[in-house]
């Protein structure tokens, strides 16, 4: 168990709809990382939150957006669903803002759009 | 720019032969970190090793090994003695320490252990 924890672990939704992921990081992280894991794409970063604050921004389209709120955990919106947003999405979370020094991982989100 | 490179796409051994993993990586920081994880056929993310740049003695852990070598910036991983278990994905990453806080994989590799 890393620690992590992602919900829910399958989501199954059709297109054009809007769906949020959750994630609770590790007791005391204060860093929140998203990964989107597709086929034919492998693991993308999509975003990091560090204490409530966007840090960094990686390959995440403008109809996703994300948000960590002050007990730390994080949300992942995705909207207007495509059936290519199709993948598996996780969640990571490290203890600061300087390097990926403590790496765990949750155990993911599966989302199908239909 | 970072990246990664796990040039073997998939891999097929029999029980108990070794197997090496390989993985290539670029970056242009002194300051940096490498990972390897396991991702099984459930799909979770299995943290494995975590080796800073400043760090090339080579690791061992039960039948698992590796070789980090910066002067060809390779970070190999070998299991010794393998087993059905040991069939996943596994992924090298890197993560830049200066940079902007992500890890940047590699594409995986498929490892099929027959029994």
């Known amino acids: 168990d890393s620690g992590v924890t992602q919900t829910p672990k399958h989501l199954i939704t059709a297109t054009g709809q809007r769906v949020t992921l959750r994630c609770s990081p590790r007791?005391?992280?204060?860093?929140v990382y998203w990964y989107q894991q597709s086929l034919d794409q492998g693991l993308q970063f999509l975003i990091q939150?560090?204490?409530?604050?966007?840090?960094a921004k990686g390959n995440i389209l403008e109809r996703f957006s994300a948000q960590q709120f002050p007990d730390l955990h994080s949300e992942l919106n995705l909207s207007s669903l495509e059936l290519g947003d199709s993948a598996l999405y996780f969640c990571?979370?490290?203890?600061?803002?300087?390097?990926?020094?403590?790496?765990?991982f949750g155990q993911g989100t599966r989302l199908t759009v239909v | 720019a970072q990246k990664v490179t796990q040039a073997q796409t998939e891999i097929s051994v029999v029980e108990k032969e070794d197997v090496t993993l390989d993985c290539v990586y670029e970056?242009?920081?002194?300051?940096?970190?490498l990972f390897w994880y396991k991702q099984p056929p459930s799909g979770e993310l299995v943290f494995l090793i975590r080796?800073?740049?400043?760090?090339?003695q080579n690791e061992i852990s039960g039948r698992y090994s590796w070789n980090f070598q910066k002067s060809t910036s390779s970070f190999n991983f070998t299991i010794t003695a393998s087993q059905v278990v040991d069939s996943a994905v596994y992924f090298c990453?890197?993560?830049?320490?200066?940079?902007?806080?992500?890890?940047?994989f590699g594409k995986g590799t498929r490892l099929h252990i027959l029994p």
């Open positions: 990571a979370s490290s203890p600061g803002d300087r390097g990926f020094t403590e790496a765990f």
């Open positions: 007791s005391g992280d204060l860093s």
């Open positions: 939150y560090y204490n409530g604050e966007e840090r």
């Open positions: 970056t242009r920081d002194t300051t940096y970190y």
């Open positions: 080796r800073n740049s400043f760090d090339e």
């Open positions: 990453a890197l993560s830049d320490h200066n940079r902007d806080d992500k890890i940047i």
